[in-house]
């Protein structure tokens, strides 16, 4: 280098020229130093806002994921397909349908009510009458009176019905018999 620096001041013999080549000199290793800094920032911003363009698509895929829940949880009340291009539209879209709704169902509920009411009695009707049923056979209801309870309870009074009934006919027959062996005689 200094070989360089030799050669480069010999052709010059005025020292001005070789000063003002000097400063020139530093004047470009320093835009050089300043332009490497700027390159160097401008990778970490490059670099920063790839970072930053993930988070935001993994903030964007979990906001949906959230949506997504909240809209399968409502499944059972048959909630509107979403638009899929804007998640602020389709929150929207969502909260508005569940308030509507819960609006009609609020409106529905009192009919629900009467209604669930009265099959409630009619249930207790029902069973009343079974049991009425069952004691005008001198059979005991099952408890719980519900359809398992009922099929097992049939079940064993027509296997019994039908053994009584059996024993029965054996008996006539042997009366019939009995009667025949008397008037044979």
Known sequence: RLAETQATVAG???RAAVAAQLESAEELRTTWRQAGAEVRRAR??????RRGAERARAAAREA??????ARDALAGYRPPMLDREDLQ??????????AQTAQTRQEQRPALEAAVTTATDDVAQVRDRLRAL???HDLAAPEPLD????????????TQADGEH??????LA?????RADRHSY
């Open 64 to 69: 949906w994921t959230h949506l997504e829940t």
């Open 166 to 171: 059996q024993r029965l006919a054996e008996q």
């Open 12 to 14: 010059h013999r005025d």
């Open 89 to 98: 539209a389709a929150w929207s879209q969502l909260a508005v349908w569940a």
């Open 174 to 178: 042997q009366l019939v018999q009995h």
């Open 147 to 158: 359809a398992a309870g009922l099929s097992t309870a049939v079940a064993v009074a027509v």
């Open 44 to 49: 970490q911003a490059y670099q920063d806002a």
């Open 134 to 136: 069952f004691g005008g």
